[in-house]
């Protein structure tokens, strides 16, 4: 009987610590849940103070100027009332395309060189020397286009060296990275019987590269290209340096031009708070913001098609 006891006083024992140890856990998992949905909440309402500030402070510079002269006129003489970002606005999506088209190449090559070509001691140097140019800042990106890019094409061309042209090639050079690993990582994802059903139907290698592997990576391609686009649309020390910043529209890639984000640099530090000159950098901001944002879905439709797919 006392065997008995005991035996069912130790399981009375046992019994208490699970119990114990079970409502500490629901507790830590309540308070892990509320801390994580508080901060889901705060990040959300940080969000979303900044693009409302922006807006509301921006929308009134239409109190000033009309929404068709703001965006249609190229004319930008903040001093004489004039307020048309035009130029600034084709500058900018001129920038970035001939950016993307520059980097593009050039990244989805290396990208299927180090995820189907390359060994793995290469690509264990080459992947961490890629990342590298993340790290580097975009001041020391643009000295070396302010001092070597500028004066090249200045010397090849015989023009002034500033414009689009040398910003592109620096924007290219500062989002490759973003586009090669991106893509390489969409391409070493791809399932291999993809790969072997297209070589036992007689492909070559460079065929099953080209027609199969990258069409079928193309999804996050994309995504890696869109996100080297948010960047290049928002980068603005490097173009700061080497674009020329004259509030005119281009005539040529090598003319000294203004794009968005150096136009509110440039001139947010001569401006008083709450005037239309001031009102209308708040508007360009929130012009960049919402291109950011139509980026972001459009990286989310694309990665809900490959879902679906």
Known sequence: MNSFADKLTEREKVNKKVSLWTKRQNRTDQVMKWIFVSSAIMVSAIIFSIISFVGIQGVKTF?????????FSTEWTPTKGEFGIFAFLYSTLLLTLLSIVLSVPLALSGAVFMAKIAPNWVREIMRPAT??????????YGLIGLTVIVPALAKMTGTIGYGILPAAIILAIMILPTILSISEDAIRALPGRLEEASLALGATRWQTIWRVLVPAARPGIITGIILGMGRAIGETMAVFMVIGNSPQMPGSLLESTTVLTTAIVKDMGNTNYGTAWNNSLYLMALVLLLISLTMILAIRIVSKRSEVK
């Open 63 to 71: 109190s000033d100027v009309s929404p068709w002269t703001f965006f």
């Open 131 to 140: 990342d590298l140019f993340v790290g580097i800042p975009s001041v020391v």
